[in-house]
C-alpha cells in the first residue's frame, strides 16, 4: 500500500536507483532536487532531505529562486516509487510554468495510479493550506500527466511556450 512520507536519508539506495531509472539527465520532478544538492554520499543526501523538510517552514527563509514547500515521498515499505511537492505560493517562473504542485513517478512504477492518488491527497494538504486553487503545468506530449491532472478537476487554462519549453497550465479549484 502507497503512502506519503517527509523525505528521509533512510531511502538513500532506494531513491538512487529511482535516480538511475530516470537518467542521469532527466528531471526528477516534485523531487526538490537542484543541479547542486549532492545526493550520493551519505553525508549530502542527509542534509538535502533535511533542507527539503525545512521548506516547508514558513518562519524559515529558503534559497534564491525558491519558495516555501512541502515535499513528500511516495513509497510503498522501503521503496522509493515518486515525489509529489506542494508549493505554498507561486514566483513569476512558477505561475508561467511551474505551477504549485508538481510530481513524478519512476519509471518502473508507472501506470498504477499513483500519480492521481498522491495528487488527491495534495490537493487536500492545499485545502488545509487555505488554498483555493492550484495551478498544475506538465508538458504538451506527457498523456499521463494530462489524463491525471484532469481526473483530478484540472481546467486547461492555456498552452504556452516558457523559459522551459512549452507547457499546458491547469487550474484545479479546491
Known sequence: ???????????????????QEWGPDAPMDGAGLGFDDDVDSTEGFTAWTQKLRRYADRTVPVDHGRVHATYWWITEGDTYLGA???????????????????????????????????????????RVLGMDRVLLT???????????????????????????????RYWITL
Open 1 to 19: 500500500m502507497p503512502q506519503l512520507i517527509a523525505p528521509t536519508p533512510h531511502l538513500h539506495g532506494s531513491w538512487t536507483a529511482a535516480q
Open 84 to 126: 509529489i511537492d506542494l508549493r505554498h505560493y507561486l514566483n513569476g517562473f512558477l505561475l508561467d510554468a511551474g505551477g504549485h504542485i508538481g510530481y513524478g513517478i519512476r519509471p518502473s512504477a508507472r501506470r498504477r495510479g499513483l500519480a492521481g492518488w498522491a495528487l488527491s491527497a495534495v490537493l487536500h494538504e492545499a
Open 138 to 168: 506538465c508538458d504538451p506530449g506527457n498523456e499521463g500527466s494530462v489524463r491525471t491532472i484532469e481526473r483530478c478537476g484540472g481546467v486547461l487554462e492555456d498552452v504556452r511556450e516558457t523559459l522551459i519549453g512549452p507547457k499546458r
